[in-house]
């Protein structure tokens, strides 16, 4: 890959699921939480996850669904930083301030990737896990398309069996669209521990 400007970088690390879903439970307002990862304090929306996430403080991830009439007031298909972990279950995520209070649905995800209101491209990933998984689960990347899942296409899969490194960077860049997303699904039951960094660019 030849580095481009404006390039960007997508992190994201975890010991569970790349991905998953949110439990029906009402999000709440907890206001300006301090951070460890600035100096300051970040409004931030506690989200309730239907398992346990695992997800590492400082992840970048993609939330699906997360409408105008729930507690993050804001445009479906967004990037969202985990500000805190309280609980195994919970997530404190950056959000806007001024929203109105409301409960997902069952159907509302959240994964590692990313989504842009913009046109951008992919440009490819690298992932670190802290062991070899022996479980034979398979990961995989999916574009979705803003139009539906009919249209939404894998990207990239792979049987996680013996690998603790991979770094994909296809011969072409992957042009998007704004509102398309990009994102990650490993069911990691062997609990390893994930590091992801994601290359993603505007494309003009």
């Not at 030849?2 to 991905?19: E, F, L, P």
């Not at 996430?53 to 993050?72: C, E, K, M, R, Y």
Request: aromatic letters at 10%; proline letters at 3%.
């Amino acid at each position: 890959m030849i580095y481009k400007q404006n390039t960007q970088i997508v992190y994201a690390s975890g010991a569970s699921a790349m991905n998953g879903t949110l439990a029906a439970t009402a999000l709440a307002n907890t206001g300006y939480v301090e951070s460890s990862l600035r100096d300051n304090r970040i409004y931030c929306v506690r989200v309730t996850c239907a398992a346990v996430h695992g997800i590492v403080v400082g992840s970048q991830l993609w939330f699906d669904d997360l409408d105008n009439d729930t507690a993050l007031n804001y445009r479906s298909n967004q990037m969202r930083m985990v500000i805190a972990a309280p609980a195994t279950t919970t997530m404190d995520v950056a959000c806007p301030e001024g929203f109105t209070a409301g409960t997902p649905t069952t159907d509302e995800l959240y994964a590692a990737g990313f989504v842009s209101d913009d046109n951008w491209q992919f440009l490819g990933f690298k992932l670190h896990l802290s062991a070899a998984e022996a479980a034979g689960e398979t990961l995989t990347l999916t574009a979705g398309s803003k139009r539906g899942t009919a249209w939404d296409t894998l990207v990239y899969s792979k049987l996680m069996t013996d690998v603790t490194d991979i770094i994909y960077f296809p011969h072409e860049d992957l042009p998007m669209s704004g509102g398309e997303s990009l994102k990650f699904a490993w069911a990691n039951t062997g609990a390893k521990t994930w590091g992801l960094e994601m290359f993603v660019v505007p494309r003009v």
